[in-house]
């Protein structure tokens, strides 16, 4: 797995190197500023960052939000802050696992695991949120180009749709561009 690795402290980010070394990772990329973490996400695409911090900083989390609108990974965050507000933070900018004292050799691997498995079920989450807004949105520019057609051509709506679908296939076009182009056209003449 190649791994992006983000520590402030030298020593601790050559431990933390070892040990996921060890375990058979490979190492992309060690970052210990901030500010560079959304450009070696871009340029090293790891399969996952792990961040190892006394408390998270604003400008990390900052930086993470970036990352995880733009470019989502899993993010693993190893740290000595268990402050409620913290560990809030760190979720809402994209922490799958955020891990308060606890790094020890034995334990990294299921950790790493566990942030994987749950970004993945969060990512379909997403997937499957992103399908039913753009069905619903579709289904809705369907009904109003329904309705355009029943009243302009006084047929029935299961002949509207009918219509509508038979134009879809004719041009080989998505129903919903068809209702689309049409309520454009409406819009336009009325």
Known sequence: MKIMLFDECAER????RF???HLGHEIVAEIDNAQALYGAVQQHTPDTIIIDTESPSRDTLEHLCLITENCPRPIVMFTQDGKRESIRDAVRAGVTAYIVDGLAAE????????AIARFEAFQNLQ?????TRTQLSDRKLIDRAK?????????SEEEAYRLLRKLAMDRSTPIAKIAE?????????S
């Open 127 to 131: 997937d499957e949120l992103t399908l």
């Open 19 to 21: 040990t996921l070394e």
């Open 107 to 114: 334990r990294i691997s299921p950790i790493i695991e566990t």
């Open 147 to 155: 309705g355009i057609l029943m009243r302009e051509k006084s047929i």
């Open 13 to 16: 980010a050559l431990c933390l």
């Open 181 to 189: 182009h049409l309520i454009t056209y409406a819009n336009i003449l």
